[in-house]
């Protein structure tokens, strides 16, 4: 007999097991080879599962609420050189965006700004930073977080490392807490349409001006993203630095380098005027600074960026009268004086804007008049308006400040109307460009320096000719400059 059909000859045999007769053996094989597979499909069932709750009770980890956020999450504990040894990292990869984000308690760093906001629905989040928030304490220990570095010129110095960001710092409430003694009153430096503004000194010395955002107004977080993400890498000598930011549950904060001179507004109209009037030289100055700087935000820099809010509070300034923009990214309403008509009329905000804003506060500048001025006689209430009508009737001289001493040359007063003249056209496509304007204007800076330094010496004059334009109005006039003239002195 072969053993093919001896094997045969074995299954076919009947066989009886647990009360059933008269199997064959082949039969068996198979009933228990199909058990076999049932039961481990039974515990593959089991353990899925058990995983599957066990994953549910772990997504009551807030990480998870935080929306459009994949759960591809990686943990990974901070190294060696992290001040915050506790400090647990999540890496959260969001799918839809494919941005990465890292967050753990009370703060979020993000590889891209446009994830800022989603970390404020954090409840973890808000836990964490309720639990040293102001008042109450945890303020203490505040210090510990730094390494005690020395001053040197650069403001990030001496501060956590694990907090630097591309392009500026992360700080907690407590290191604000601390830079300001508890946002103290005596610390205010003054209050704008989006919160206030604290002065404070980091722990390395570095001096700062904290903005805590008003933090019951969606539009003030709105603000926040605007402006982190608008100025963030953005650097200019005429800008104010945004050093970094503070984001803690309800809390915004922006952290910028601190100005220590006040700004233009109080320079013209309010309490800096104790300190003395800006001679033209400085009012020049800081008029060229912030033309550059605008300059830069428009043309040197992709994605442009629109300042939209172009005053004279906006334009900070340091001791030796370098303007500061500052409040660039701000999405905000514009007052009433610098308000360009395209924008009343189509709610449109771009460059052309900013420059008529810009032509504004050059006349504010030069005249020292607030750019609406209801004290005033009617015809004399709007600046711009006003001053057309004052070139158009050949009375251009007659607006200069009379706080000026000395007043500045013809040359030099006709070219800055005929710069802010320019900015305000009320077509915006005739505006210049704001390369230009820095151009003109650090042209007459020049001049003006020229003049100075060699009084007798023959320099340079333009002469204003003003003719009526229709297009300026009925009151309005265009200014050119004619061929240059002898000057004797
Ligand atoms: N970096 C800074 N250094 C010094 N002072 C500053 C700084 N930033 C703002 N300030 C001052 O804080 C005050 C409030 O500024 P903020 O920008 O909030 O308001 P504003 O410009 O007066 O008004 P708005 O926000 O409506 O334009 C102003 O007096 C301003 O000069």
Redesign the pocket.
Same mark, same amino acid.
């Given at each position: 007999m072969s053993p093919e059909s001896s094997l045969n000859a074995e299954m076919s045999k009947k066989i009886s097991f647990f009360g059933l007769k008269g199997l064959k053996l082949w039969v068996w094989v198979c009933l228990v080879v199909g058990v076999f597979i049932v039961m481990i499909l039974c515990i593959l069932s089991l353990w899925i599962t058990f995983r599957r709750k066990s994953r549910r009770s772990s997504s009551k980890f807030p990480f998870n609420q935080i929306p459009h956020v994949s759960k591809d999450i990686r943990v990974d504990r901070a190294g060696v050189q992290n001040p915050h040894p506790e400090s647990l990292y999540i890496e959260m990869n969001d799918k839809s965006t494919g941005k990465t984000m890292m967050s753990h308690l009370g703060r979020t760093k993000s590889s891209d700004n446009d994830t800022l906001s989603q970390c404020s629905s954090v409840n973890h989040h808000e836990r964490a930073c309720s639990s040293h928030s102001g008042e109450e304490g945890g303020f203490g220990s505040a210090g510990r977080l730094y390494g005690g570095g020395p001053v040197t010129a650069s403001p990030l110095v001496g501060l956590p490392e694990i907090s630097h960001l591309g392009w500026g710092h992360w700080f907690t409430l407590r290191d604000l807490e601390l830079a300001t003694n508890r946002f103290a009153a005596v610390n205010v430096?003054?209050?704008?349409? +989006?919160?206030v503004?604290y002065r404070g000194k980091l722990v390395n010395g570095t001096e700062v001006?904290v903005?805590k955002l008003l933090n019951n107004l969606g539009q003030a977080e709105k603000e926040f993203r605007v402006e982190v993400e608008a100025i963030g890498h953005v650097r200019h000598k005429n800008l104010?630095r945004l050093l970094g930011y503070c984001i803690e549950g309800v809390h915004r904060m922006l952290v +910028?380098?601190?100005?220590n001179s006040?700004?233009l507004e109080?320079w013209l109209h309010g309490a800096m005027r104790q300190h003395g009037n800006l001679t033209w030289e400085a009012r020049i100055k800081i008029i060229t600074g912030t033309a550059q700087a605008l300059a830069y935000l428009h043309e040197a820099i992709e994605p442009k960026v629109v300042h939209r809010?172009i005053?004279a509070?906006?334009i900070?300034i340091d001791d030796e009268f370098n303007a500061k923009l500052?409040?660039f990214g701000v999405s905000q309403a514009l007052g009433l004086g610098y308000v360009a008509p395209e924008y009343a009329n189509t709610g449109l905000l771009n460059e052309k804007s900013d420059i008529y804003s810009f032509g504004v506060l050059l006349l504010e500048a030069v005249t020292g008049r607030d750019p609406v001025d209801y004290g005033r006689p009617a015809n004399e209430v709007n600046l711009v308006e006003w001053l057309k009508m004052m070139v158009g009737t050949r009375r251009a001289e007659e607006v200069v400040d009379p706080k000026l001493e000395p007043r500045p040359s013809k040359s030099a007063l006709k070219r800055a109307l005929l710069v802010s003249l320019r900015c305000v056209d009320p077509e915006a496509e005739k505006r210049p460009r704001m390369s230009q304007i820095a151009r003109m204007l650090e042209s007459d800076e020049h001049t003006f320096h020229k003049e100075r330094r060699n009084r007798k010496s023959r320099t340079a004059s333009m002469e204003i000719v003003e003719t009526k334009d229709e297009s300026l109005g009925p009151s309005g006039a265009e200014t050119h400059i004619t061929k240059p003239e002898k000057t004797h002195e």
């Amino acid at each position: 007999m072969s053993p093919e059909s001896s094997l045969n000859a074995e299954m076919s045999k009947k066989i009886s097991f647990f009360g059933l007769k008269g199997l064959k053996l082949w039969v068996w094989v198979c009933l228990v080879v199909g058990v076999f597979i049932v039961m481990i499909l039974c515990i593959l069932s089991l353990w899925i599962t058990f995983r599957r709750k066990s994953r549910r009770s772990s997504s009551k980890f807030p990480f998870n609420q935080i929306p459009h956020v994949s759960k591809d999450i990686r943990v990974d504990r901070a190294g060696v050189q992290n001040p915050h040894p506790e400090s647990l990292y999540i890496e959260m990869n969001d799918k839809s965006t494919g941005k990465t984000m890292m967050s753990h308690l009370g703060r979020t760093k993000s590889s891209d700004n446009d994830t800022l906001s989603q970390c404020s629905s954090v409840n973890h989040h808000e836990r964490a930073c309720s639990s040293h928030s102001g008042e109450e304490g945890g303020f203490g220990s505040a210090g510990r977080l730094y390494g005690g570095g020395p001053v040197t010129a650069s403001p990030l110095v001496g501060l956590p490392e694990i907090s630097h960001l591309g392009w500026g710092h992360w700080f907690t409430l407590r290191d604000l807490e601390l830079a300001t003694n508890r946002f103290a009153a005596v610390n205010v430096l003054g209050e704008g349409g +989006y919160g206030v503004v604290y002065r404070g000194k980091l722990v390395n010395g570095t001096e700062v001006a904290v903005k805590k955002l008003l933090n019951n107004l969606g539009q003030a977080e709105k603000e926040f993203r605007v402006e982190v993400e608008a100025i963030g890498h953005v650097r200019h000598k005429n800008l104010v630095r945004l050093l970094g930011y503070c984001i803690e549950g309800v809390h915004r904060m922006l952290v +910028y380098e601190y100005v220590n001179s006040g700004n233009l507004e109080q320079w013209l109209h309010g309490a800096m005027r104790q300190h003395g009037n800006l001679t033209w030289e400085a009012r020049i100055k800081i008029i060229t600074g912030t033309a550059q700087a605008l300059a830069y935000l428009h043309e040197a820099i992709e994605p442009k960026v629109v300042h939209r809010d172009i005053r004279a509070s906006n334009i900070l300034i340091d001791d030796e009268f370098n303007a500061k923009l500052s409040d660039f990214g701000v999405s905000q309403a514009l007052g009433l004086g610098y308000v360009a008509p395209e924008y009343a009329n189509t709610g449109l905000l771009n460059e052309k804007s900013d420059i008529y804003s810009f032509g504004v506060l050059l006349l504010e500048a030069v005249t020292g008049r607030d750019p609406v001025d209801y004290g005033r006689p009617a015809n004399e209430v709007n600046l711009v308006e006003w001053l057309k009508m004052m070139v158009g009737t050949r009375r251009a001289e007659e607006v200069v400040d009379p706080k000026l001493e000395p007043r500045p040359s013809k040359s030099a007063l006709k070219r800055a109307l005929l710069v802010s003249l320019r900015c305000v056209d009320p077509e915006a496509e005739k505006r210049p460009r704001m390369s230009q304007i820095a151009r003109m204007l650090e042209s007459d800076e020049h001049t003006f320096h020229k003049e100075r330094r060699n009084r007798k010496s023959r320099t340079a004059s333009m002469e204003i000719v003003e003719t009526k334009d229709e297009s300026l109005g009925p009151s309005g006039a265009e200014t050119h400059i004619t061929k240059p003239e002898k000057t004797h002195e």
